[in-house]
């Protein structure tokens, strides 16, 4: 069983920059792939990023593409996303996945994942 907490998020202004953090309980960090999704109000969730379970390989949604970086510390059990040139567009719940042996590629069109966090909130102010 893996436990995923979100934290991080916070209002900020067009432009700036922001990190989220996903901290992971449990075993096998390093076994899973890990995703970065979110869900603005009135629309349908998405994704955004992904890192594979066992390399640095990362996969990115068109939309934050150059924008945003995923990154995982396997010491600390976390990963990260880095969000710059952050846009009113990006206004979001941001909330991590992880999947067991899976790769960043696979991510986006998985139907059920093996945890959710909670999720955190991105607020981007014009």
């Known amino acids: 069983q893996v436990q995923l907490a979100e934290s991080g998020g916070g209002l900020v202004q067009a432009g700036a920059s922001l990190r989220i953090s996903c901290a992971a309980s449990?075993?096998?960090?390093?076994?899973?792939?890990f995703g970065w999704f979110r869900q603005a109000p009135g629309k349908e969730r998405e994704f955004v990023a992904g890192?594979?379970?066992?390399?640095?390989?990362?996969y990115y949604a068109d939309s934050v593409k150059g924008r945003f970086t995923i990154s995982r510390d396997n010491t600390k059990n976390t990963v990260y996303l880095q969000m710059a040139s952050l846009k009113p567009e990006d206004t979001a719940v941001y909330s991590c996945?992880?999947?067991?042996?899976?790769?960043?590629?696979?991510?986006?069109?998985?139907?059920?994942?093996?945890?959710w966090g909670q999720g955190t909130q991105v607020v981007v102010s014009s």
């Open positions: 996945t992880a999947d067991y042996e899976h790769q960043a590629f696979e991510l986006p069109d998985r139907g059920l994942h093996d945890f």
């Open positions: 449990g075993r096998f960090f390093n076994k899973y792939g």
């Open positions: 890192i594979n379970w066992n390399d640095e390989s990362t």
